[in-house]
């Protein structure tokens, strides 16, 4: 007795798990990786100082022309031809047919017909985009003077942007630079700012000795990329470095009583 009221307890047990298990699959959401069957998969990242825009589309299939609706034709009434006795014709005179010489003809072979289907195709592309490169300038051009600011700036814009179409999306790039400057002398400066002339000079160094100096800015690139309203990061940094070599010299020396 005791099996089988611990039965008949167990049977509803199992019928309602079980409902609740199907429903669950029947309203699961189709994993991420599904979306970029029917939709376009789309990558931005930085490769060798590079900007790689990938694109990936499956199962595009080619839209069939619609078919234009044929004219309906209306039948007119045949008109009655009344039948007139034929003529009778002379018999033409017989002439001997020559037999065919094989040896002239030539045989043509009749071309394949072969019919094409048009079915799904996977669209897969791969963009490079370069970053520009900047030239330093600095003031004074020549004749830099110990213990005299030099003012250092570059011709690198605020902000990077393009518009890249790719397998029949539009994809936005946009990148920002930041500087990192060593002026030759063991000092170094790091800014967002790619600075400027006089008066409005924003980079600036003072050299106690003189001599020749190797000046080096890299420049660091990092930004976004915007699909269909989604902004995202871009994956990885894209460094250019300039270089560029001033002459520091002594200034003039005063005696002074």
């Given at each position: ?14 019928l ?24 376009a ?13 990938e ?15 044929k ?34 003809v ?108 190797l000046v ?22 894209v ?19």
């Amino acid at each position: 007795m005791s099996h089988l009221i611990l039965r008949k307890r167990l049977i509803p047990i199992i019928l309602i798990s079980s409902v609740v298990l199907i429903s669950s699959l029947l309203h699961a959401q189709p994993a991420q990786a599904a979306n970029c069957v029917s939709k376009a998969c789309i990558d931005v990242y930085t490769q060798d100082g590079q900007i790689i825009i990938e694109g990936r589309k499956s199962g595009v299939a080619k839209p069939k022309p619609t078919p234009k609706p044929k004219p309906t034709l209306v039948q007119k009434p045949k008109p009655i031809v009344k039948l007139m006795p034929k003529p009778t014709r002379k018999p033409k005179a017989t002439t001997a047919i020559k037999p065919l010489n094989r040896a002239k003809v030539k045989l043509v072979p009749r071309k394949k017909v072969v019919s094409k289907v048009t079915s799904g195709v996977s669209l897969n592309d791969r963009l490079v985009k370069l970053l520009p490169t900047a030239s330093i300038a600095r003031q004074p051009a020549a004749n830099a003077i110990v213990n005299v600011p030099v003012i250092y700036w570059c011709d690198l814009p605020k902000v990077f942007t393009t518009k890249v179409a790719i397998v029949g999306e539009v994809v936005d790039v946009t990148m920002h630079p930041s500087f990192l400057w060593s002026f030759g002398d063991g000092s170094f400066f790091a800014t967002t700012k790619a600075g400027a002339a006089f008066p409005q000079q924003e980079i600036s160094h003072t050299y106690s000795q003189a001599g020749t100096y190797l000046v080096v800015m890299v420049a660091t690139w990092g930004g976004t990329w915007t699909h269909n309203g989604v902004v995202r990061a871009i994956t990885g940094k894209v460094r250019k470095v300039s270089l560029a070599t001033i002459s520091v010299a002594n200034g003039p020396t005063r005696l002074i009583q």
